[in-house]
């Protein structure tokens, strides 16, 4: 039901020409990992590599955030509903618009109403924007929770670009920050699939 539910919303999704970027697109970046209740992962907008494959997260900012999720042992392939909050590709990954992220939300609300899942987590500054309306800095409002759709709970979390600019691992600094994070959602997330 829920997956028919998914398909048909791609279908429309497939078609969209809501927003002039229907007219750069190679692919439409739909959705990636697995429709579930659980978890779900709401990041910026489709890339290069995403455009040409119609996936998302899979370039160097994807391969992290497999490392992230593998850390805590989480998978795309098992555990995780990865979306964008644009379906098709910003021309040179320049920020999304607000007529775009306007036009392309019903998408995004609609999958999270089908899947309503427990946990969501705003990737990177776009996704908190969008989810949270606010334009407060991602390193002020990471790893906090906060209340979303459906009873969810939201966090917050940095974009894997950002964590490839920023390669220290030491206390404090952004990829430490992030461990201490994926650390503090697995532990929200075995307490909900063990209720
Ligand atoms: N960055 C994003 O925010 N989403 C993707 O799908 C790829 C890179």
Request: charged share 25%; aromatic share 8%.
């Amino acid at each position: 039901m829920i997956e028919q539910k998914l398909e048909k919303l791609k279908e429309e999704c497939l078609n969209c020409q809501k927003c002039p970027l229907c007219k750069t697109r190679t692919n439409i970046v739909f959705s990636g990992g697995i429709p579930n209740h659980n978890l779900m992962l709401i990041g910026e907008a489709p890339g290069y590599w995403e455009d040409q494959k119609g996936e998302p997260f899979v370039g160097k900012a994807g391969q992290l955030l497999d490392k992230i999720f593998a850390s805590v042992g989480l998978s795309r392939h098992k555990d995780v509903y990865i979306c964008n909050t644009l379906k098709c590709r910003p021309p040179n990954n320049r920020d999304p618009l607000p007529e775009e992220k306007k036009a392309c939300r019903a998408f995004l609300d609609a999958q999270i109403e089908i899947l309503k899942p427990k946990i969501i987590l705003l990737c990177g500054r776009v996704a908190v924007n969008s989810m949270l309306n606010t334009n407060i800095g991602i390193t002020k409002i990471r790893g906090k929770w906060f209340n979303g759709p459906n009873n969810s709970k939201m966090m917050p979390i940095f974009h894997p670009s950002y964590l490839l600019r920023n390669d220290s691992r030491e206390k404090g600094s952004p990829k430490w920050l992030m461990w201490q994070d994926i650390q503090e959602i697995k532990k929200y997330y075995n307490q909900i699939i063990n209720e």
